[in-house]
């Protein structure tokens, strides 16, 4: 069972930069890609960073030169710095796990960020 915490989560002013982390425990952290999602009130949950087992990584453009993934394979641990935020940005962020690139995801609980202008 593979089981996801997120933390890093909060209240940030426009401009503002956060870090996000999320650590994976319950089976081995090498076999998984990981993955970021954010979820706004209404809309629908979008990937906003990916990166895969050998460290390659994708963006969405919306948040590309400002989010950055990252994994610490020694702590199990992804992370997502988050730049230069937009009130555009406030939504509940959510660890994903997977293992391959067709796979279901495994879905942390989120973490709720909020942009303040």
């Known amino acids: 069972q593979v089981q996801l915490v997120e933390s890093g989560g909060g209240l940030v002013q426009v401009g503002g930069s956060l870090r996000l982390s999320c650590v994976l425990s319950?089976?081995?952290?090498?076999?998984?890609?990981m993955a970021w999602f954010r979820q706004a009130p209404g809309k629908g949950r979008d990937r906003v960073g990916y990166?895969?087992?050998?460290?390659?990584?994708i963006y969405p453009d919306s948040v590309k030169g400002r989010f950055t993934i990252s994994r610490d394979n020694a702590k199990d641990t992804v992370y997502l710095q988050m730049n230069n935020l937009k009130p555009e940005d406030t939504a509940v962020y959510y660890c994903?796990?997977?293992?391959?690139?067709?796979?279901?995801?495994?879905w942390g609980q989120g973490t709720q960020v909020t942009v303040s202008s």
């Open positions: 994903a796990a997977r293992r391959g690139d067709y796979a279901s995801y495994y």
């Open positions: 990166i895969t087992t050998s460290g390659t990584t």
């Open positions: 319950g089976r081995t952290w090498s076999m998984y890609n």
